[in-house]
């Protein structure tokens, strides 16, 4: 219970401030070849949410072509039906009857990811304070070769160790985090990136650490490195690999059962210093856990609404209508409250 009601909090960033939806600053400075695979376009909630639903509906009919009926079922049962805490025009809190925590569940990954940001954050802003370094996004990617998915992760996480064994690393990077993201090619071929956020001590030439990835991959030297001018935002667009590794809509039943297969495949890590650092900061970790439990679990019916003082009620609504949800607060003109009783 205190999982689900912990992680299921979808407030938007003034009652939960490491779940915003910014992304202004981290949108700009990535390459467009690099990421645009699953940036997209900006989209409303109520179009995430419908999204989301469509994502989830496409696993289970692919886990029933499989004959995995037991996941199916579980997808089918996540989050379909939803108590949402509201005031009519903001959303403090959606608890749902059910998590399916399958890696690839939308749903569950929003709140894993969540979940990271609000452990990370912390600990990252410590550990900047202790170290007088500035955190940078680093993309490194790798060329498409024949390969199944866990052959190009382990190629991928294999060159990067090596990358913070060497000399120059070890000069200007004082650890950090990495998470993996996957997508496929037009012609099917597996393309991983490594997605790292690097603690780095000074400037250095960026053509110098291209020399570096070049030399440790052998054949590809494309990466790409700005600064994160906001923590917060920065961590949130390098998690959310985490909650959505891979376009699941171009998903077929074969990609499905490749990624059953790779069951313990970690997508999150810290490395270099930062790492031993997390291991010394886990009793303040639990503090800023259980600051986010209570800030939640305080929120109930007939409690003042965080963002406009207007009283909570509890909505029950299916899965199907949460979407409808959504769009009825997008299109209520600010400032008129509109009960929905069902
Ligand atoms: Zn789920
Ligand atoms: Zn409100």
């Given at each position: 219970?205190?999982?689900?009601t912990l992680?299921?909090?979808?407030t938007?960033?003034?009652?939960?401030?490491?779940?915003?939806?910014?992304?202004?600053?981290s949108?700009?400075?990535?390459?467009?070849?690099?990421?645009?695979s699953?940036?997209?376009?900006?989209?409303?909630r109520?179009?995430r949410?419908?999204?989301r639903?469509q994502?989830?509906?496409?696993?289970?009919?692919?886990?029933?072509?499989?004959?995995?009926?037991?996941?199916?079922?579980?997808l089918?049962r996540c989050?379909?039906?939803?108590?949402?805490?509201t005031?009519?025009?903001?959303?403090?809190r959606i608890?749902p009857?059910?998590?399916?925590?399958?890696?690839?569940?939308?749903?569950c990954?929003?709140?894993?990811?969540?979940?990271l940001?609000?452990?990370?954050?912390?600990?990252?802003?410590?550990?900047?304070?202790?170290?007088?370094?500035?955190?940078?996004?680093l993309?490194?990617t790798?060329?498409?070769?024949?390969?199944?998915?866990?052959e190009?992760?382990?190629?991928?996480?294999n060159s990067?160790?090596k990358?913070?064994?060497?000399?120059?690393?070890?000069?200007?990077?004082?650890?950090?985090?990495?998470?993996?993201?996957?997508?496929?090619?037009?012609?099917?071929l597996h393309?991983?990136h490594l997605?790292v956020?690097g603690?780095?001590r000074?400037?250095f030439?960026?053509?110098?650490?291209?020399?570096?990835w070049?030399?440790?991959?052998?054949?590809?030297?494309?990466l790409?490195l700005k600064p994160?001018?906001?923590?917060?935002?920065?961590?949130?667009e390098?998690?959310?690999?985490?909650?959505?590794?891979?376009?699941?809509r171009r998903?077929?039943?074969?990609d499905l059962?490749?990624?059953?297969?790779l069951?313990n495949?970690?997508?999150?890590?810290?490395?270099?210093?930062?790492r031993d650092?997390?291991?010394?900061?886990?009793?303040?970790?639990d503090?800023?856990?259980?600051?986010?439990?209570?800030?939640?679990?305080?929120?109930v019916?007939?409690?003042?609404?965080?963002?406009?003082s207007?009283?909570?009620?509890?909505?029950?609504?299916?899965?199907?209508?949460?979407?409808?949800?959504?769009?009825?607060?997008?299109?209520?003109?600010?400032?008129k409250?509109r009960?929905?009783?069902?």
């Open positions: 219970m205190r999982q689900a992680a299921t909090v979808l938007d960033s003034r009652c939960l401030p490491v779940a915003s939806e910014s992304k202004s600053a949108q700009t400075y990535l390459d467009k070849r690099v990421t645009k699953q940036r997209g376009t900006k989209r409303t109520s179009q949410a419908r999204e639903l994502t989830k509906e496409h696993l289970a009919g692919l886990a029933r072509e499989l004959h995995e009926g037991e996941l199916a079922d579980k089918d989050h379909s039906r939803l108590s949402v805490l005031c009519g025009r903001h959303i403090a608890i009857n059910f998590t399916c925590e399958f890696r690839l569940c939308p749903d990954g929003r709140r894993r990811s969540r979940k940001q609000t452990k990370y954050l912390p600990m990252m802003k410590s550990f900047m304070l202790h170290n007088k370094v500035t955190p940078v996004h993309v490194l790798q060329t498409h070769r024949k390969e199944t998915r866990k190009s992760a382990a190629r991928i996480r990067f160790t990358l913070t064994r060497r000399s120059f690393w070890k000069q200007y990077f004082k650890g950090g985090t990495w998470s993996l993201e996957f997508t496929k090619d037009k012609n099917g393309h991983t997605h956020i603690f780095r000074k400037f030439d960026i053509e110098l650490l291209r020399d570096e070049l030399a440790v991959t052998g054949d590809s030297h494309v790409h994160i001018l906001d923590l917060a935002a920065g961590l949130q390098v998690v959310k690999y985490v909650s959505k590794p891979l376009d699941i998903f077929g039943a074969a059962k490749e990624f059953l297969g069951k495949m970690r997508m999150f890590g810290t490395f270099g210093e930062f650092f997390c291991k010394g900061f886990e009793p303040s970790d503090d800023a856990m259980s600051e986010l439990e209570t800030l939640s679990r305080d929120l019916e007939g409690c003042a609404c965080p963002q406009c207007a009283p909570l009620f509890d909505l029950r609504l299916s899965k199907s209508e949460l979407p409808q949800f959504y769009e009825q607060i997008e299109s209520s003109p600010p400032g409250v009960r929905s009783s069902h």
